[in-house]
C-alpha cells in the first residue's frame, strides 16, 4: 500500500515539475519561490512520512532519501525561474523531508495519517495548478496592456 502511495507522489511531483517547466517564461520570481516551495515541501515531506513508516527503526535511510527528494523536487521547480526560487524551493524540500521521515517514525497508528498527507497534498498541487493559471492570465493582461499602449 506504502508503494501506491509513494507513486503517486513521486508520479504526481513529476508532472507539477513538468508543467511548471513548461510555462517558465510566464512566471515571476516571486511566483517561482512560492511554487518551488510549495511543491518541495508537500512532496518531501509526503515521501519522508511514507518510508519513516516503511522503513521503521531505520530514521537515516527515510531521512536521506526524503531531503534528496524535497531538494531535487525544489531545484528542479525554481531553477527555471530564477536561482532564487530554485534556493527557496531546495531548502524548503531539505525541511520537509526531514519533518516527515521523523514524523512518519513516530507513528503507532499510520493508516489516517497517510490519507491525510495524501490529501493535503492533492490540495496543494491543486492549489499550484491554479497558482500557474493564475499567472499565465497575469502575463497575458500585461503583454496585451503593453501592446495596447505601444499603438
Not at 38 to 62: E, F, Q, R
Not at 79 to 100: E, F, I, Q, R
Not at 123 to 147: A, R
Request: proline share 3%.
Amino acid at each position: 500500500m506504502i508503494t501506491v502511495h509513494l507513486l503517486f507522489i513521486l508520479l504526481t511531483t513529476l508532472y507539477c515539475v513538468f508543467h511548471a517547466y513548461r510555462r517558465r517564461n510566464k512566471i515571476r520570481c516571486m511566483t517561482g519561490m512560492m511554487m518551488a516551495m510549495t511543491l518541495a515541501m508537500v512532496s518531501s515531506l509526503s515521501v519522508g512520512l511514507l518510508l519513516g513508516i516503511w522503513l521503521y527503526p531505520d530514521l537515516n535511510l527515510p531521512t536521506f532519501i526524503g531531503a534528496a527528494v524535497g531538494i531535487a523536487v525544489g531545484f528542479l521547480t525554481g531553477k527555471p525561474v530564477s536561482l532564487m526560487a530554485a534556493m527557496d524551493g531546495m531548502l524548503a524540500g531539505l525541511m520537509g523531508g526531514m519533518m516527515g521521515a521523523m514524523f512518519g517514525n513516530m507513528l503507532t497508528v499510520p493508516a489516517p495519517m497517510i490519507w491525510f498527507v495524501d490529501i493535503i497534498f492533492g490540495l496543494m498541487v491543486l492549489l499550484f495548478f491554479f497558482l500557474i493559471q493564475e499567472e499565465e492570465e497575469h502575463f497575458e493582461q500585461t503583454k496585451n496592456e503593453d501592446s495596447s499602449h505601444e499603438q
